[in-house]
Every structure is written in C-alpha cells, then in structure tokens.
T-cell receptor, first 116, second 111 residues
Framework: NAGVMQNPRHLVRRRGQEARLRCSPMKGHSHVYWYRQLPEEGLKFMVY????????ESGMPKERFSAEFPKEGPSILRIQQVVRGDSAAYFC??????????????FGSGTRLTVV | GEDVEQSLFLSVREGDSSVINCTYT??????LYWYKQEPGAGLQLLTY?????DMKQDQRLTVLLNKKDKHLSLRIADTQTGDSAIYFCAEIRGSARQLTFGSGTQLTVLP
C-alpha cells in the first residue's frame, strides 16, 4: 500500500514560469491537505480539499496559487508566475473519510521548489 | 509571534533522555501531535495525545500535557543517534481539520 506520493521531488523554475506540484493520496484517502515549509520554519497550512471540492483555502495566497483535486487523478497545486519567495518545500498529506483525528495524517516526502 | 512555540535546538548525549517542549495558545486544541522530520524527508507521525489526557507512553516516547499552562512535552528515553532530526509539535483546533505546527526543534544526539 503506497503512501502519499508527491512529484516531482525537486523542481527548479525561473521567475515568471508556472510550477505544478502533484500529490496522489494514499489508496482509500479522499481528503488532501497542502502545506508549505519555508526554510528553517514549520509547516504552514495552505488548503484542504476533498474530491472535486475545496473545503478550506484560508492559508492560500490570494493571487497566483490554486489547487484542485479532480474526481480522477492526483491533486495539483499550481503556482503561476513564480517569484523567489515561492522557494520552499511543499508537502501534501492525506486522510480517509470519516477517520477520527487520532489517526493523524500521512505526509508525502514533499516537493522542493527552487525559483531562480 | 507563533501560536505554537518550540525552542529551536537541543543537544543530548547518546543514552540520555531528551525532553522537547512546546507551548500553544489556543485552548480549543483537541488533538496534539509530535512529528519527526529527517533531512530531505517528509513528516513521520510519532505520537499524539487527546486534550482530555495528561500523559501517554509509547515505548521510548512519553508525552505530557499540561492544559492549564498549555504546555506539551515529548520525552525520548535512551536517545540514539538515529533520533537526530527536527521534531514538530502540532495541534488541531476546535472543529478544524488542518494542523497548526510549531517551528520545530532540531535534536542533535552526540556520541
């Protein structure tokens, strides 16, 4: 049973390009969460999605960032017109429907985005 | 300042106990977690405690929760070099599902 799969592991983009980060949740998990970790900081919540629905995007920057979790396929975090300040590690976590919170969340290994 | 605070660094000698501390400010916290992050890796859930508990033990790990002082600690007994990592405490607030993390404590285990 594969864990949460994120790709790519490392992504380099020039300023102004688009970055697309992918997250495949654990099998049977229908809740996906994206977090961002800036250098030497903790993880900050960005967005919480269920299949085809954004449940909470209170942590997402208002511009340039978007997320989706389609009925089929992985969840995508898209960053348009990247800037140097977007350089960070982006982590995805998943949890099953209806699972108690004592389960915690399963995290992927992250995508390290570097903007040059 | 941070809603969840941790000291940044801790060094211990191999075989000693490590105690990593965390303070939080939101009294509605329901679950509190400890995660471990090794270099270049994701987060591994170590243990959790529900807010109506004051202690939980799991092999070498002991979690203590003082709700009055909003203080959480993780004790690692017989610390090994493989325990060197960054340790994050995190909380779930009220009916939310997302985690709020501290900034992490870098644990270094010296031989």
């Amino acid at each position: 049973n594969a864990g949460v799969m994120q790709n790519p592991r490392h992504l380099v983009r020039r300023r102004g390009q688009e970055a697309r980060l992918r997250c495949s949740p654990m099998k049977g998990h229908s809740h996906v969460y994206w977090y961002r970790q800036l250098p030497e900081e903790g993880l900050k919540f960005m967005v919480y999605l269920q299949k085809e629905n954004i449940i909470d995007e209170s942590g997402m920057p208002k511009e340039r960032f978007s997320a989706e979790f389609p009925k089929e396929g992985p969840s995508i975090l898209r960053i348009q017109q990247v800037v140097r300040g977007d350089s960070a590690a982006y982590f995805c976590a998943s949890s099953p429907e209806g699972q108690g919170l004592n389960y915690g969340y399963t995290f992927g290994s992250g995508t390290r985005l570097t903007v040059v | 300042g941070e809603d969840v605070e941790q000291s940044l660094f801790l060094s211990v000698r191999e075989g000693d106990s490590s105690v990593i501390n965390c303070t939080y400010t939101d009294s509605s916290s329901t679950y509190l977690y400890w995660y471990k992050q090794e270099p270049g890796a994701g987060l591994q859930l170590l243990t959790y405690i529900f807010s109506n508990m004051d202690m939980k033990q799991d092999q070498r790990l002991t979690v203590l929760l003082n709700k009055k002082d909003k203080h959480l600690s993780l004790r690692i007994a017989d610390t090994q070099t493989g325990d060197s990592a960054i340790y994050f405490c995190a909380e779930i607030r009220g009916s939310a599902r997302q985690l709020t993390f501290g900034s992490g404590t870098q644990l270094t285990v010296l031989p």
